[in-house]
Structure formats: structure tokens, C-alpha cells
Nanobody, 122 residues
Framework: QVQLVESGGGLVQAGGSLRLSCAAS????????MGWYRQAPGKQRELVASITRLGSTNYADSVKGRFTISRDNAKNTVYLQMNSLEPEDTAVYYC????????????????WGKGTLVTVSS
């Protein structure tokens, strides 16, 4: 009914940049908060950055000043620009969005993408 598909991951050298995208499709009525999470091997999933529908943002301390989250509401898409990447940023990055579907406009729920791998070499 609703899908979140991430793209843009890959292998990059330390100090490099990547831009992740996550697009929502299907029976989407509206999208509230969107965010990026990551999970490194052997670690718990953690919040990287989030953005409200009106554009208010929140970042993990470890990425402040290096990552920028943005969204295009017309395209139901959220982006994560990652600069000055460090080996510690290596993880699977997941997109999450609070989506209200056409089938039930009175309530919504969180949807997750399947993730995209980011590998930063030293």
C-alpha cells in the first residue's frame, strides 16, 4: 500500500560526500515527520536526523555540521546530504516517515524503508 525506497548509498573515502534520497509511493494521503536512522554492525539503530512537514530539523550530535536533511513535499521525498564522511558513519541508513494513507485519513503510522548501505573507507 505504501512503500519507502532509499537510494544513494555506496562506498566513499573518508572526507567525501554522499546524498541519500527516500521516496514514498503508493496510497499516500499526507506525510508528517520524516527521518533518517542508521545501524552499524553490532550496534543499535540510532536517529541521524529528522524533519517535520514544515521544515523543522533535528540532528544527532555526531553529525551536526556535516549532514543536512531536507524534503520535497510535492515529491514525498526526503534527502540526507552527508559531507565530511568518516569511517564511523559506515552503516545501513534507513528512512522513516509518519504517513497517513488514503484508506484511513483519520490516523497514520510509521513506515520504514529497507535501507541503503553507506561504507566509508579510511
Amino acid at each position: 500500500q505504501v512503500q519507502l525506497v532509499e537510494s544513494g548509498g555506496g562506498l566513499v573515502q573518508a572526507g567525501g560526500s554522499l546524498r541519500l534520497s527516500c521516496a514514498a509511493s503508493g496510497r499516500v494521503f499526507s506525510i508528517d515527520a520524516m527521518g533518517w536512522y542508521r545501524q552499524a554492525p553490532g550496534k543499535q539503530r540510532e536517529l541521524v536526523a529528522s524533519i517535520t512537514r514544515l521544515g523543522s530539523t533535528n540532528y544527532a550530535d555526531s553529525v551536526k555540521g556535516r549532514f543536512t536533511i531536507s524534503r520535497d513535499n510535492a515529491k514525498n521525498t526526503v534527502y540526507l546530504q552527508m559531507n565530511s564522511l568518516e569511517p564511523e558513519d559506515t552503516a545501513v541508513y534507513y528512512c522513516k516517515a509518519y504517513i497517513v494513507t488514503i484508506m484511513d485519513v483519520l490516523s497514520g503510522m510509521d513506515y520504514w524503508g529497507k535501507g541503503t548501505l553507506v561504507t566509508v573507507s579510511s
